[in-house]
């Protein structure tokens, strides 16, 4: 009788080990995205067209918005796969290397043999505004083939995590195949897209991250204040999105979230460079929503990522890490 109650007892707390491992597991996050090499010039403000300004102080840092989120993810304790593809030279093979050293799975970071990778050339001003152009070179050949190798690991995500500097089917057709399996899809539509994103894109996206010109773009309502925000919100979920944050620099975010509308202010922090403060909030916001956060709660730790990332020169160099979060 007694070994019996013992073997039961056993068995019981079994089954309590269980049950707390699969609560507490790490839910998976996939990025998907573009893969970069910064090259950074800090002037005392933006040179006007045809002009030349001297004594910038010049960075190289590693970049693109994909990388920038999946690091961000994985700085700030998420478990993350990154999916991009790079050029076979020496700036791919340095990306791959870092990518590893921060913790990401880079299984699925493809070479191509025939385009260099990204490059972006990116002036900051004194005050922390920054010009940015993009040499995409790979990133505009991650392709729906890529995708395929990886429909496995993207369809057994909890989280996909998109951007747009990667070509616009791609994006299409890896949000399609985890919103058919029930993944989060969450979409960062910057760089500001050309025209309005399709509905077919639309109506498979959970979550949309854009910033005041983005919104503009995608519902065709210019975002001035509170009533413009609603509006332009209220397109954008009339399209099949249920959630719409919206950045809005120094004010903080706008939500809309089902028929809730809602604001979280800014942290206040004196700016060196935003580079990366769009990508440090996507990448936060998908480890709050990773770790059961309410909504709100993880804009609001969003929030305090991104506004850390802006004292920092750089774009990944700047991304914090979990403890430096109050």
Excluded: W
Aim: charged share 20%; with cysteine.
């Amino acid at each position: 009788m007694r070994n019996r109650l013992f073997r039961r007892t056993q068995k019981q707390r079994f089954n309590l080990i269980y049950i707390i491992m699969t609560i507490i597991r790490k839910k998976k996050i996939v990025v998907i995205g573009s893969c970069n090499t910064d090259m950074v010039i800090k002037t005392s403000r933006l040179p006007i067209p045809g002009e030349t300004i001297l004594g910038g102080e010049f960075m190289m840092n590693p970049g693109g918005k994909g990388a920038n989120q999946a690091v961000a993810v994985s700085r700030l304790g998420g478990d993350v796969t990154f999916l991009c593809k790079t050029g076979n030279d020496m700036f791919g093979a340095q990306s791959v290397e870092l990518y590893k050293s921060e913790g990401i799975d880079a299984t699925y970071i493809f070479r191509d043999s025939e385009s260099p990778s990204g490059v972006a050339l990116i002036t900051v001003d004194m005050n922390g505004e920054n010009s940015i152009v993009v040499a995409s070179g790979a990133n505009n050949h991650l392709s729906s083939d890529d995708v395929i190798k990886a429909k496995d690991v993207i369809e057994s995500a909890d989280i996909l995590l998109m951007q747009l500097e990667i070509p616009m089917q791609t994006v299409e057709y890896a949000a399609r195949i985890a919103h058919a399996k029930g993944v989060k899809v969450i979409l960062n539509p910057a760089p500001a897209p050309a025209s309005p994103l399709s509905d077919e894109l639309l109506k498979n996206v959970d979550i949309i991250i854009p910033n005041v010109t983005e919104t503009g773009i995608i519902s065709g309502k210019a975002v001035t204040d509170y009533q413009s925000a609603v509006i332009a919100a209220d397109i954008i979920a009339s399209k099949g999105v249920e959630t719409i944050i919206i950045t809005m620099g120094s004010k903080g975010a706008f939500i809309k979230d089902g028929d809730a509308y809602y604001e979280v202010p800014a942290n206040k922090v004196q700016a060196v460079d935003t580079t990366a403060a769009g990508d440090t909030f996507c990448g936060a916001l998908c480890v709050g929503l990773s770790e059961n956060m309410e909504l709100k709660s993880a804009v609001e730790f969003a929030g305090k990522a991104s506004a850390i990332s802006v004292t920092r020169m750089g774009a990944q160099a700047s991304v914090p890490y979990r403890d430096e979060i109050k």
